[in-house]
Each structure stands twice: as C-alpha cells, then as structure tokens.
C-alpha cells in the first residue's frame, strides 16, 4: 500500500464534511473516489496531501513516497508565462540565475508530454480554461510521484483532452503509479477505474469493483435512481428574443449570425478554441466586437456595454465560475441575489425579505450543500458554488439566459435539477442559449444545434442529432 487513511473525521463550521473515511492507494492502479456534491471527496484529497489536518484518524504513506497533486481550483498565477508557472517555486538556475533558456526548453518538453501545443512565454492567464487545466497536470507529472490525485481533473477538458490525459493516466498505472481520480462523468470512471469509492455526505458507502455500470454507481452515490438524464420538455418557439447577426471580432469569430426564440433552448456546440465562449461574451458585452448587430426582443444592443445587456434582459453564466460568476468573500445568500438586489427594490428600497425568500428557495430547488445561507460561497464544495452561479441567474430570471458549460464539475443529479429549471424558464416564455463541450447535453437539452468551427458557424441541425454529426460539422474546415 502506498498510502492509506484509516477512520478519517473532519467537520467545519456547521457541516461534518467526513465520517470515519477509511481509504488506500495501491500500486499500479486507479482508484476512483466518487460522490455527490459537497459529499467529501476534496476534503479527503486535501487530508491526503496534508493541506487540512483530520480532526480524528490517520494518514500513513509509505516511506519515500511523493504525493502529487491537482486541487480541483486552478493554482496558477495568471500574469506568471507558462513556463514560470509549470517551474513556480523551483526554476532551473545557473550560476545562481534563473536559467531561462532551458525553463522555455524543459517546459516544451513537459508541455509537449501533455500535447498542449502553446507557446511557453505565453501568460498563463491567456489560455482557455482547458489549457491552464493541462498546464496543472503538466506541473503535477513533472514532480514524479508515486501517488498523484487529480480532482475533477476533466471537468473544463473537452473529449480530445480528456482521451489524452486519460491515456497519460494509463502509462503512470503501467509505470506502477498509485493514482487517485475523481469525476462526475461516469463514462470515463468506467475506461480508467480499478475500484470505485463512493463518499455520500461524508461516509464511505461501499467499494466497487471495475467494470461497475453507471446505474450502480448512480444508486449508490445518490441513493436513488434516475429516470430520464436529459428532461428536456420543448415548447412552441415564440418571437425572437436574441438577434445575433454577422458577428465579427479579427482573428476570433467571423460573420456569426443565430437566432434565439422564446421558449426554445439554443445550443452551441464546437471544439475548444471555435470561437463558442468568444460569441457569447461578444455579444453579452463583456468583449468588444468589429462589426455585426445584436438584438434582444427586436431592440438593437449597445456594443462592449454589459449594463445595457442586463437592462435589455440578458443573463450570462460564464465558463470561468470562479474568476467571473462569485464573489467568494460574500454570502450564499448575497451571492444569489447579486443580479437581482437592483430589480427587486421596492418604494426605492431593496427588498430583503423578499429576497431571502427567493435566495432559500433557489438554494432548495438546486439542493445547494450549505450550512446556511449567511456562510461564505467560497466554503462550498466546487459543484455546489457552480449551483449557486447558475441559481443566481435563474433568479434573475432574464429573458435570455446564456449558459456557458453550466453543469462542468456538477454531479448527475444536480444535473437533472438544473435541466428542470431550464425547462421551467422556457415553460415562462424566456429563452436560453446553451454553450456546451459535453455532446450528449447539448444534444439531449437543445431545440436545435448551432455548430461553431474557426470562429465561424459551421451549420445547424435539428434536436435529436447524432454525435457524429456535431462532430463532422465541428471539425469543418473553411476557405481562407
Ligand atoms: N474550508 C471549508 N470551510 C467550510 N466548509 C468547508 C470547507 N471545505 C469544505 N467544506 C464543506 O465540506 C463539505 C464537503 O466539501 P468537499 O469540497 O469535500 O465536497 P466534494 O465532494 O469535493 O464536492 P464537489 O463534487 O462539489 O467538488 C461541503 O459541505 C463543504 O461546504
Ligand atoms: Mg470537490
């Protein structure tokens, strides 16, 4: 055994994150840990790597062996290059100098090791969140470990990412490599798991074995199962409420043009780098844009004005969560009324109460981990603070919601509730507009499919299309 923890206890303010977890890392093998969110599953990680002392119980490693690990939040410095990250804390030096030289050389090599193909002067903060997620995983190989955890390593991959790191975590269990890895996409648990662990609410359920189905592992990690993953309930579009048209920014997107009707859920779907999250913060006013009209409800939009958004009836939840949808020092509660404290003012007086109603009742409908809405969002596990971004925006309810990867790091059941809600807003005549790397969502939620390749719309297709045909219009290439 290279590591192994015995009878693992820890409570924070008001919640007992874990309960006499007993948990093992052998040899050559991958050892899945499993759980809804906020059911333990960082915390044990945290314990492992000494982050967090257990209040009762052990950790015991076997002498000389070196823990890596990739914390589910990105550790990275955004303003640091590539390279000054991948070697932070530890650089190459010669003659007591920084020997950048042979930085920029060894971070090809590492950076090369994960197929990430960028340059490494490059700030870290540049890349997409996909590319920081490799950058972290190049880091962690690169210290050598006999034991590496990845936490929700795959959440911000795309499938051509995730297939190559899953293929990295083979050769290390080869190598004879002890690794830990938590996912909620049950597919992949079910390409690279030895055993399967799963936490709910803090206590140890039961191991399975390789080779376990999906339906098990649902049962025994929510304790129910689930009917239907993708709910998704269609309405009869009504007028236009988003207007995209000729969209263009140089050497991001070119003359991308799409509608959105009331009651329809839009998706967006393409390989990362297609320009996908560009558009939509284009066209929400985050980012400027060279020429093209945007509309909402037949009204034309300011460019580069995020206020005018909101006021015409736009709501975004961005793919960076953490950077852009939270204030982490804040409440549950503000957190979720951010959005909507202008709009529910009453005789020119907010209306607290009411919005402390609304605040308890979202946090109920998403089934938002906490221990009360006063306690701050950053205390809560990474899939439940997803939950409270998207709830924040629901509650706002807008007349156009963009969805920017919503259920990235959010368990199979959450999942199913966020749909719901997404079928409850178009049921009230909003619209949505669905940005997604994970095919089976985007094809089992949307009403039709615009595909983005190159900073251009590839083509569109209808409800119930195929994978691969996403996918051969996603790789298209275009006529300079
Ligand atoms: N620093 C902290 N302070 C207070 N509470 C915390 C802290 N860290 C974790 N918790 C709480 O402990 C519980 C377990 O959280 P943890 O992050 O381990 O869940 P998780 O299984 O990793 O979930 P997810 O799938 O969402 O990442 C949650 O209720 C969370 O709010
Ligand atoms: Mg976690």
Redesign the pocket.
Known sequence: MLLSARGITKS??G?K?LDGVDFDVRPGEVHVLL??????????VKILAGVHAPDRGTVHRAPGTRLAVIH?ELALVPRLSVAENLFLGRPPRRWGFVDKARMRHDARRLLDRVGLAVDPDTPVGDLGIAGQQMVEIARALDLDAQVLVL??PTAVLTDTETDRLLGIVAGLREQGVGLVF?T?HLDEIRRVADRITV?RD?RSVGTLPRGATVERMIELMVGRTIAEQYPRRRERPGEVLLSVEGLTRAGAFHDVSFQVRAGEVVGIAGLVGAGRTEVVRAAFGVDRYDSGRVEVAGRPLPGHDVGAALRAGLGLVPEDRKGQGLVLTSTVGDNLGLVTLRTTARSGLVDRVGQRRRAREMAAALRV???GLD?PVG??????QQKVVIGKWLMADPKVLVLDEPTR?V?VGAKVEIYELVNRMTAAGRAVLLVSSDLPEVIGMSDRIVVMAHGRVAGELPAGTTQDKVMALAVQEFQA
């Open positions: 924070f303010t919640v994150a759980g809804e969110n906020g059911a333990g599953k960082s915390t044990l589910q936490d929700e938590i909620h936490l803090g981990r906490t221990a306690r205390e809560l596990s990474g899939g439940n790091g368990d």
